[in-house]
């Protein structure tokens, strides 16, 4: 018997300012195996054929740094991928709300944490379709939840269609709306309740 109830956004988290002049991605989280970092850069490389101005940056530290880094060699995207490591709270902030996109290849998450971020500050997501994901992220409204093999189709036709973009800005601005830790809080106490309410004797 599991009920699960979505994470609160912090309230920092919110839209201000322009978005990037040029399409930006940005993916966010601990540099590990199974975050799949590897994966968002092949799909941003992919995209970056119909999109050649487009730009990544990864925001995060941890053991799979030195083989990002390699990896962005590689494939020549030293001039438009960026790996900052761990940056201030403002910094993230800042990060979300002039990127186009918040793109996660991760392959297990319990909850998409930068999903969720992003979508506040108007930034909706792509991502694989993996149960955390299907938590944090509405598809077709907050964002897109595709196969591991589509994240760079998926970000490149996105990115074509300002009108659809939009709509996914909007879409993941009222997502985000709904996720405070008021309301989290209240999600908890209620299932608490119904199960002291389940377990009370009843009187005769």
């Given at each position: 018997r599991v009920t699960a109830v979505p994470n609160g956004v912090d309230p920092r988290f919110t839209p201000a300012g322009e978005r990037s002049a040029v399409p930006t991605l940005l993916a966010v989280g601990r540099l590990a195996p199974v975050k799949r970092f590897d994966r968002v850069i092949a799909a941003a490389a992919e995209a970056r054929r119909r999109h050649p101005d487009l730009r990544l940056t990864i925001v995060g530290e941890g053991p799979e740094r030195d083989r990002l880094e390699r990896l962005v060699a590689e494939i020549g995207g030293s001039g438009w991928i960026s790996l900052p490591g761990r940056v201030p709270d403002a910094d993230l902030v800042a990060a979300y709300r002039s990127a186009w996109l918040v793109v996660s290849g991760s392959i297990a998450e319990g909850w998409g944490l930068s999903l969720t971020e992003g979508a506040?500050?108007?930034?909706?997501?792509?991502?694989?379709?993996?149960?955390?994901?299907?938590?944090?992220?509405?598809?077709?409204?907050?964002?897109?939840?595709?196969?591991?093999?589509?994240?760079?189709?998926?970000?490149?036709?996105?990115?074509?269609?300002?009108?659809?973009?939009?709509?996914?800005?909007?879409?993941?601005?009222?997502?985000?709306?709904?996720?405070?830790?008021?309301?989290?809080?209240?999600?908890?106490?209620?299932?608490?309740?119904?199960?002291?309410?389940?377990?009370?004797?009843?009187?005769?």
């Open positions: 506040a500050c108007g930034a909706p997501a792509v991502a694989t379709d993996i149960r955390g994901h299907r938590c944090s992220v509405v598809d077709g409204v907050s964002g897109r939840l595709v196969a591991p093999e589509m994240l760079g189709e998926t970000i490149a036709s996105v990115l074509a269609d300002p009108v659809g973009l939009d709509e996914l800005r909007q879409g993941a601005l009222a997502w985000a709306s709904t996720l405070s830790w008021d309301a989290s809080a209240l999600g908890v106490t209620e299932v608490l309740l119904a199960e002291v309410e389940r377990e009370r004797p009843t009187r005769r």
